[in-house]
């Protein structure tokens, strides 16, 4: 399947291999967005891009080797953009906003729940053990929406510095949190 959405075709053979391609991953594809999208709207949205750039791609003659991967790597970005848009809302903890939309919903039975919960602990923890500085760019500008321009002129610090710290930052909580991964993956087995 993945041969002949790489081989330019006739556009009889490409619909087929599009469609093909959308009755195998659709329905993996869906449950994989509604895990981490809050709204079935939102999800669907998400479900129906990923399949457009698919069409828009094969109709570019841009291959695509593996499509599957392809098509969920598609849906991991258009799930960042989505979050990225999102305004922060007024709340007392911008942290549980953030990380309640990113986590699995915790109506997906008592076993996710448990692990939501596990992870929600870790990653503030992990918050926790950054220096103040890292801390507060990361929070500010993942977290709340902000950006760096604003970051530097309401603090007096460059922006170069301000990526820095983030960046370390974002090395601390990647290191720090795969252990975390780790461990859940190896109990998914």
């Given amino acids: 399947m993945d041969a002949v959405l ?3 075709q006739s556009t009889a053979s490409q619909d087929h291999a599009l469609a093909q391609a959308f009755e195998r991953e659709s329905r993996h594809l869906r ?3 509604r895990r981490r ?3 079935d709207v939102e999800a669907e949205d998400i479900l129906q891009d990923v399949f457009y750039e698919l069409v828009e791609a094969y109709r570019l003659m841009k291959p695509v080797a593996h499509t599957g991967a392809w098509l969920f790597q598609v849906a991991r970005n258009r799930i960042t953009d989505l979050f990225r ?3 922060p809302k007024l709340v007392e903890d911008p942290e549980a906003l953030f990380l309640g939309d990113m986590l699995p919903s915790p109506d997906a039975g008592p076993d996710v ?4 919960q596990v992870l929600l602990e870790e990653i503030e923890l992990a918050l926790s053990e950054l220096p103040e500085a ?3 760019v990361f929070v500010a500008h993942e977290i709340e929406g902000r950006s760096f321009k604003d970051l530097a002129a309401e603090s007096g610090t460059g922006v170069r510095t301000l990526l820095s710290r983030k ?3 974002v090395v601390h909580l990647r290191h720090r949190l795969q252990t975390v991964y780790d461990e ?5 087995k």
């Fill in 37 to 39: 999208v809050p709204g």
């Fill in 134 to 136: 890292q801390r507060e």
């Fill in 113 to 116: 729940a448990f692990a939501r």
């Fill in 167 to 169: 960046h370390y930052a």
């Fill in 6 to 8: 790489t081989n330019p």
């Fill in 184 to 188: 859940f993956t190896r109990t998914q």
């Fill in 85 to 87: 848009k999102k305004k």
């Fill in 31 to 33: 449950n994989f967005i």
